[in-house]
Structures are given as C-alpha cells and as structure tokens.
C-alpha cells in the first residue's frame, strides 16, 4: 500500500535538505508534497523512488494532509538546562627528571 512521502522519508532517516539534494527538488516544493498541497508530477515521483530506494509505486502521489496544530497534542515544556558548571584549573605536572630527559635523549639518537 501505498505511503506518504513523509513517511518514507523518516522511514529511510533522510532529512528534508539531503532529500532535496540527492533528487534535485527544492525543499520548498518537497515541502508541498509532504503537505499534501500539490501532487507529485511522474517524473519527480520516479526520481524521489529512485533516491529512497523505493518502487514509485510505494509513494503517494499526494500525501495525506498532516493534522492541524490544534488536533496534535502540546508537546511537554523542556526541561531548563543547568548552567555549565565551572572547571577546575589543571594542577602543571612536574618537570622532567634528569633520567626521563637522558632516556627520550637515548630514544631519539637511536630512532632519530
């Protein structure tokens, strides 16, 4: 059965912008169509299949109109966000010893 554009396109993990790129459609008119404001003409339906990897067939010519906003449910508030919380300076580590610095002196003229 057939599926709306929108739903295929979130099925597939593809965002609107690289759905538009990858089929050479602007976003405005991608937009239409998931709306369900304009059908999609053939030859726009087979390259938006072939960039989903579905049959054309598999696509609605026109998308079922989404719920208005008063039908969807309130999404809940965000939780606020803690304020970052400071960092503390990094103690310097202690110098080189005498021996640390003859060995990486060894390593070096060894390996070069």
């Not at 390259?47 to 109109?65: F, M």
């Not at 606020?80 to 070096?108: C, F, G, N, V």
Request: glycine share 4%.
């Amino acid at each position: 059965m057939p599926k709306d554009l929108r739903t295929i396109r979130k099925r597939k993990g593809m965002s609107i912008n690289q759905l538009a790129s990858r089929s050479g459609i602007s976003i405005a008119v991608l937009v239409q169509y998931e709306k369900g404001e304009q059908e999609i003409p053939s030859p726009e339906l087979r390259r938006l299949a072939k960039v989903l990897y579905v049959d054309e067939w598999d696509i609605k010519p026109r998308s079922t109109p989404p719920p208005s906003s008063e039908e969807q449910p309130a999404k809940p508030p965000r939780p606020e966000r803690e304020p970052p919380k400071e960092k503390k300076p990094q103690p310097k580590s202690p110098p080189a010893r005498d021996s640390q610095i003859a060995h990486m002196l060894t390593l070096a003229a060894r390996f070069g």
